[in-house]
């Protein structure tokens, strides 16, 4: 085995982290295309969770790995989305505090939001991966060129999915898609 990137090891035709995650060459070729990651809030980035303040807003726990990974996914030169069904201030100032590209809030049906991002930035769908969890998610993990859920997502997101993180929503899913698109997407060669 060799050292390839970011803790990921070639094995013949598969990748493996030092956690034992398999990346098939069907994945590996689905990252290669990728410049774009997409995601949903509640239940992807955070646990699902929602604390109710006592002055009425909400308020939602977000892991700090996870933010790292979005972070770093960002300095390699990718662009970066949220499009959720959620309106409230704590997403806007994780968003901002992540200097995240695009951000559309409430939107259950999530399909014109990521129409208008493909028109803004010019990716086509086989450019984006999109990371959901619920049946809203669907009909975008249908259209994008890697489609990614949680170990907690809906029976319907595993379906459409290629691929479902060893880490749990809201602790460590992000950083894991994160990392795999720094060592493996379209980016990765080309020296940015």
Same mark, same amino acid.
Not at 64 to 79: C, E, H, P, S, T
Not at 138 to 161: H, Y
């Given at each position: 085995?060799?050292?390839?990137?970011?803790?990921?090891?070639?094995?013949?035709?598969?990748?493996?982290?030092?956690?034992?995650?398999?990346?098939?060459?069907?994945?590996?070729?689905?990252?290669?295309?990728?410049?774009?990651?997409?995601?949903?809030?509640?239940?992807?980035?955070?646990?699902?969770?929602?604390?109710?303040?006592?002055?009425?807003?909400?308020?939602?726990?977000?892991?700090?790995?996870?933010?790292?990974?979005?972070?770093?996914?960002?300095?390699?030169?990718?662009? =970066?989305?949220?499009?959720?069904?959620?309106?409230?201030?704590?997403?806007?100032?994780?968003?901002?505090?992540?200097?995240?590209? #695009?951000?559309?809030?409430?939107?259950?049906?999530?399909?014109?939001?990521?129409?208008?991002?493909?028109?803004? =930035?010019?990716?086509?769908?086989?450019?984006?991966?999109?990371?959901?969890?619920?049946?809203?998610?669907?009909?975008?993990?249908?259209?994008?060129?890697?489609?990614? =859920?949680?170990?907690?997502?809906?029976?319907?997101?595993?379906?459409?999915?290629?691929?479902? =993180?060893? #880490?749990?929503?809201?602790?460590?899913?992000?950083?894991?898609?994160?990392?795999?698109?720094?060592?493996?997407?379209?980016?990765?060669?080309?020296?940015?």
């Amino acid at each position: 085995m060799s050292l390839i990137r970011n803790n990921f090891f070639a094995k013949g035709e598969e990748f493996v982290n030092n956690e034992g995650m398999n990346l098939s060459s069907d994945i590996i070729k689905r990252l290669s295309k990728i410049k774009m990651l997409v995601m949903d809030v509640d239940g992807v980035m955070t646990d699902g969770r929602i604390i109710l303040g006592f002055n009425g807003e909400w308020c939602r726990f977000y892991s700090v790995r996870d933010g790292a990974g979005i972070v770093f996914l960002i300095k390699a030169g990718y662009q =970066t989305g949220i499009i959720t069904g959620a309106n409230s201030p704590d997403v806007d100032r994780r968003a901002q505090h992540l200097k995240i590209h #695009h951000v559309f809030k409430n939107h259950a049906d999530k399909s014109p939001a990521y129409d208008e991002i493909k028109k803004t =930035t010019g990716y086509t769908n086989e450019e984006i991966c999109y990371i959901g969890d619920d049946i809203f998610d669907v009909p975008l993990l249908k259209q994008v060129g890697f489609a990614v =859920t949680v170990p907690g997502g809906m029976a319907e997101a595993k379906a459409a999915s290629h691929y479902v =993180t060893t #880490h749990v929503e809201g602790a460590g899913a992000i950083r894991e898609l994160c990392d795999m698109i720094v060592a493996h997407g379209f980016y990765s060669r080309q020296g940015v």
